[in-house]
């Protein structure tokens, strides 16, 4: 089992930044693919970023350029830092991740992730 827990989310004016935190636990230590949906209310989920156990990392057309997905691996902690951020990047954050598989330069679809955290809200105005 893989526990989960965001931290980081807030309020930011467009063009802003924030960075968001995974805070990870239990089995952590086998093959995995680690990443961030998004959702807001009344739309899909949307991927992120994905990265796999080597840093391999994959990311959503709407995100490239501005989002970077990083890992620290002895603190088991995965990150996203979001730098230009705009109006339509607000919505719930959610922490994913699936044991025993690599990402290989795709982001899964929502329903292969089977460990979600709580979520962290995001709000940017313009």
């Known amino acids: 089992q893989v526990r989960l827990v965001e931290s980081g989310g807030g309020s930011v004016q467009s063009g802003g930044s924030l960075r968001l935190s995974c805070a990870a636990s239990?089995?952590?230590?086998?093959?995995?693919?680690m990443g961030w949906f998004r959702q807001v209310l009344g739309k899909e989920r949307e991927g992120v970023a994905s990265?796999?156990?080597?840093?391999?990392?994959s990311y959503g057309d709407s995100v490239k350029g501005r989002f970077t997905i990083s890992q620290d691996n002895a603190k088991n902690t995965l990150y996203l830092q979001m730098y230009s951020l705009r109006p339509e990047d607000t919505g719930m954050y959610y922490c994913?991740?699936?044991?025993?598989?690599?990402?290989?330069?795709?982001?899964?679809?929502?329903?292969?992730?089977?460990?979600w955290g709580q979520g962290t809200q995001v709000t940017v105005s313009s």
């Open positions: 994913v991740a699936v044991r025993w598989r690599r990402c290989d330069g795709a982001i899964p679809g929502p329903y292969e992730w089977p460990y």
């Open positions: 239990g089995d952590t230590y086998s093959r995995r693919c």
């Open positions: 990265i796999d156990s080597d840093g391999s990392a």
